[in-house]
C-alpha cells in the first residue's frame, strides 16, 4: 500500500496516527540530514533556515484533518527534495 492512502480495513484514527507517525520520522531524517550538511559546509549553509521549515512541517501535525495531513507529508517530500537539490550545489 502506498503511503498516504487510506487501506479499508484501518480506522482513521489510526490512518492518521501512523501519517503523523511517517510525517514526524521524515523530519527527524530532514533534521539530521540539515546537520549534516551543515558540518560539511558550515560557511555557505544556513541550518537555521531549515530549521525553521521543519519546525513549520512539525507544527501542522496538530491538525485533525487527514487531507491537511496528506498535504502536509507531501509538503515534507518537497521540502526532503529541496534540501537534496540544495545539498548537491554545494558539491
Known amino acids: 500500500m502506498a503511503s498516504g492512502q ?3 480495513e484501518v480506522s482513521i484514527e489510526d490512518f492518521m496516527y ?3 507517525r511517517e510525517i514526524e520520522i521524515d ?3 530532514l533534521y539530521q540530514r ?4 551543515d558540518q560539511v559546509n558550515q560557511s555557505e ?3 537555521k533556515y531549515w530549521e525553521e521549515k521543519i519546525n513549520e512541517l512539525k507544527g501542522g501535525l496538530i491538525t485533525t484533518n487527514v ?3 496528506k498535504e502536509l507529508r507531501q509538503r515534507c517530500e518537497v521540502v526532503s527534495a529541496e534540501l537534496e537539490e540544495f ?3 554545494l558539491e
Do not use: H, Q, V, W
Not at 540539515?34 to 550538511?37: E, F
Open 6 to 8: 487510506a487501506d479499508p
Open 18 to 20: 501512523n501519517l503523523r
Open 27 to 29: 523530519c527527524e531524517i
Open 34 to 37: 540539515a546537520k549534516m550538511i
Open 45 to 47: 549553509f544556513r541550518l
Open 67 to 69: 487531507d491537511a495531513l
Open 87 to 89: 545539498s548537491k550545489k
